[in-house]
C-alpha cells in the first residue's frame, strides 16, 4: 500500500525530554490490573468468534475446531515477567495477545534511547500487545498495544493500527472512527496529531509504503496529570474492543480464492520487514532481556516474498 508521503517521508520522531516523577505503587497496581482485564475481554471476544463461524454458510474452516487461547506464563531472570496467550484458530489464524510486567535496569548502550534513562537506568514497564493474523484474506490484520513505562519519568503510550489485504474503505472509516471518538473524549487534538504519527511510524522505508491504513500511534504520553493519561490510555483498548470484532463479522463469512491468499502471504512479508526492522515493541523487548516468543509472537505462521 503506498503511502501518501513523498519518498522522502518523514523521519522517526525524536525522543521527548519528559520532565521526572515516577508512577507510585498504587499506580502501577492499577496499569497492571487493566491491562489484565483488557486481556481477558479481547480474548473472550475473540473466541466468541471462533464459535460464530458455526453459524454462518459451510466453509472449509468449519472443519476445523473452533479456536482457544492456550496461556504460557513466563519469568523474566531480571525482574517481572509476563502471560503469553496465543490461538489458531478457524477465523484467527494466528493471534497473541500478550502482557508482561518487569522492571530492571537498561544496559549502558539502551539508556540514551529512554526518556529518563541517562540520569538513572532502573525502569519499570506494563503493557498489552495483540497482533492478529486472519485466516481469511478478506478479513484485515491488525495490531495494538498500550504501554506504561516508568524510568526518573514516566509516561503511556500505544495505538491501534489496520492492515487489510483487500481494501475495503467502509472498514478504514470504522476503524478511523473509533480511534477519533477514543481521542475526541480526552482531547481533540489527539486525533489529527496521532493519526499522522502513526502515517509516519507504520511505514516502511526501504520499500516507501505504508504497512496499511493506520490509525493512531502516540508516546510519550505525559500531560501532568497521570490519572488523564491513564484514561485516554483505557479509552484506546476499549475502543480496539469494540471496533475491530465488528469488522472481523463483516467478513469472516465471504469466499476467497486462492489468489487472494497468495497476495495475504505477500503482505504478510511487509508486516515481517516492519516488525523486525523498524517496530519499538521489539527492540524494547529485546534489548531488556524479554521473553523472545512472546516479542515475536508477532510474526505471522507463513508469510511469503514474491
Not at 493500527?161 to 472498514?171: E, F, H, I, K, R
Request: charged share 25%.
Amino acid at each position: 500500500m503506498t503511502s501518501p508521503s513523498s519518498p522522502t517521508h518523514p523521519p522517526k520522531r525524536p525522543i521527548r525530554a519528559l520532565p521526572p516523577g515516577r508512577s507510585t505503587d498504587a499506580q502501577k497496581d492499577k496499569v497492571t490490573a487493566w491491562f489484565a482485564e483488557l486481556r481477558g475481554a479481547i480474548c473472550a471476544a475473540f473466541e466468541g468468534l471462533e464459535d460464530a463461524l458455526a453459524d454462518g454458510p459451510e466453509t472449509p474452516e468449519l472443519a476445523q475446531a473452533a479456536g482457544r487461547f492456550e496461556r504460557t506464563t513466563w519469568d523474566r531472570p531480571e525482574g517481572g515477567g509476563g502471560v503469553m496467550a496465543v490461538m489458531r484458530g478457524r477465523v484467527f489464524e494466528k493471534v497473541g495477545v500478550n502482557v508482561s510486567v518487569v522492571h530492571g535496569e537498561f544496559s549502558p548502550e539502551f539508556r540514551a534511547a529512554v526518556p529518563g534513562a541517562e540520569t538513572d537506568p532502573q525502569f519499570w514497564a506494563a503493557g498489552i500487545s495483540l497482533v492478529a493474523h486472519m485466516r481469511s484474506p478478506k478479513v484485515p490484520a491488525v495490531h495494538m498495544n498500550t504501554r506504561h513505562i516508568v524510568t526518573s519519568s514516566r509516561w503511556f503510550g500505544g495505538g491501534m493500527d489496520l492492515t487489510p489485504m483487500v481494501s475495503d474503505a467502509s472498514d478504514t472509516e470504522s476503524f478511523h472512527a473509533a480511534a477519533r471518538a477514543a481521542c475526541d473524549a480526552h482531547d481533540p487534538a489527539y486525533y489529527p496529531e496521532f493519526k499522522q504519527w502513526a502515517d509516519e511510524y507504520f511505514f516502511l522505508p526501504h520499500r516507501n509504503e505504508s504497512r496499511g491504513v493506520g490509525g493512531i500511534f502516540y508516546d510519550y504520553l505525559h500531560s501532568g496529570d497521570w490519572e488523564a493519561d491513564f484514561a485516554f490510555t483505557r479509552e484506546v483498548g476499549q475502543a480496539f474492543l469494540g471496533v475491530y470484532p465488528e469488522l472481523v463479522r463483516r467478513h469472516m463469512y465471504e469466499p476467497w480464492t486462492n489468489a487472494e491468499r497468495e497476495h495475504q502471504l505477500n503482505r504478510r512479508g511487509r508486516y515481517v520487514e516492519f516488525n523486525l526492522l523498524h517496530d519499538r515493541g521489539t527492540q524494547f523487548g529485546l534489548r531488556t532481556g524479554g521473553n523472545v516468543e512472546a516479542i515475536l509472537m508477532s510474526m505471522p505462521p507463513e508469510a511469503r516474498w514474491p
